[in-house]
């Protein structure tokens, strides 16, 4: 069980949880089985439906930015996804060309189904809006896709999710732009390291300074040296800060705010993380009611 839940979504594990701790009580058929597994039942659903609500409210609440003006922190994205110039990435069990894709094989075994492998990919990709492109962290996140395929060839059965080459992307994250100025270091810096690889090569250094061709730099000839490297990282520094900044989603830093990737249409999403909400609730519900029944029966 631990290994067939260490891929599935947050949502589809409580219930298979919820589920394997009915089944045990139904098997020992002993009172206070009934009541653990009512127990956990409703703290899991409590938990689960806490969970659901507020990435709920998270989706329905934060407004749509466009990647030329979005905020710098917890934003909300649409465009298309597309993948990075050169790179092509293939699904694993299909070869259908995407940007992400996830995959699940189980085995039968009599009359279930016990999964052998699965994964994701891991790979970061693009969202463009029509003002700019951000480049797409995948890990970490709640992942919808549009895009589905199950097949079996005894005893083995297939399953893969993935997110096509323009498909609609909507992404909720952590929103960070990486300007080329903030990896500089100080002038100063890079002006010693630009005089300090002028001196390894001597013979280029005497050419190009040494003005009075007697062998050596004098003070006056360092100087002139130093002055024309302050000029080139200078130059350097105005070419780098002209450079448009690199736009990054990723998993939020604050523990409590989802990362949701979706290549369903809006109200798909909003009316699938509804039912999340209304479903963890009514577990919760009925494990309460469970333990409460139990506990009177005293």
Request: charged share 25%; aromatic share 10%.
């Amino acid at each position: 069980m631990l290994a067939r839940l260490r891929d599935a979504p947050f949502d589809e594990a409580t219930l298979a949880i919820q589920f394997v701790a009915l089944g045990v009580a139904m098997h020992v058929g002993l009172r206070p089985g009934w009541i653990a597994a009512a127990a956990l039942i409703m703290a899991a659903g409590a938990y689960a439906w806490a969970r659901a609500y507020k990435r709920h409210r998270h989706v329905t609440d934060t407004p749509t930015s466009r990647i030329a003006s979005a905020p710098q922190g917890y934003v909300e994205l649409c465009g298309k996804a597309a993948s990075h110039e050169g790179r092509v990435l293939a699904a694993k069990l299909t070869g259908a060309r995407c940007v992400w894709f996830r995959y699940v094989v189980e085995e039968r075994i009599k009359d279930s189904w016990r999964r052998i492998d699965g994964g994701a990919s891991h790979d970061t990709f693009l969202l463009r809006d029509g003002t700019g492109e951000c480049v797409v962290d995948p890990d970490g996140a709640w992942v919808l896709t549009a895009q589905k395929k199950r097949w079996t060839r005894s005893p083995y059965r297939y399953t893969e999710w993935w997110i096509a080459e323009g498909d609609p992307l909507y992404a909720l994250g952590d929103f960070t732009t990486w300007q080329p100025v903030d990896h500089m270091g100080s002038v100063s810096e890079e002006v010693s390291l630009l005089l300090a690889k002028w001196k390894a090569d001597r013979p280029g250094l005497l050419a190009r300074f040494d003005a009075d061709r007697n062998g050596e730099i004098s003070l006056d000839e360092w100087e002139a040296a130093r002055r024309e490297a302050l000029a080139a990282i200078e130059a350097a520094r105005r070419q780098r800060a002209a450079q448009p900044g690199m736009h990054l989603m990723r998993t939020p830093e604050v523990p409590d705010r989802p990362y949701l990737l979706s290549a369903r249409p809006p109200e798909d999403l909003s009316r699938r993380l509804r039912y999340w909400v209304w479903g963890h609730f009514t577990t919760m519900c009925l494990g309460f009611a469970g333990f409460a029944l139990l506990m009177g029966g005293r």
